[in-house]
């Protein structure tokens, strides 16, 4: 069974692949049993079909978002972690990380690591 999107405390059909809704402060939690001293992680995955991570592809993300107060659709951004591809070159694969915020309502970068 292939399912194309799924909501969880939905009243609709979500707009994107994944739409959880809950009055929780904790909507989402991962949590590890692994009897290791490892902990829970979390995989954003990159998939081209049948091509290579390409260098300037963003490779994953979190985007933290909230209601701006004046209509129910628009969402500001207020700051965000993103990944990217810098050199997909195999066995030397370079890459940044960039922790963004939000000033005067455009995109800051505040630190690349």
Known sequence: MVVDSLGIGTATAPGSGADIRSGSTVPLQVITTSGSGNGANLRL????????????????GVIMQGDDGTESTYLATYGGIRAECVTN?????????????????????????
Request: charged fraction near 25%.
């Open 45 to 60: 995955r990159k998939h081209r079909s049948g091509l290579r991570t390409q260098n300037g592809d963003t490779v994953g």
């Open 89 to 113: 070159t195999q066995g030397s694969e370079d890459g940044k990380v960039e922790l963004t915020t939000i000033g005067s309502g455009s995109e800051v970068i505040g630190a690349t690591l």
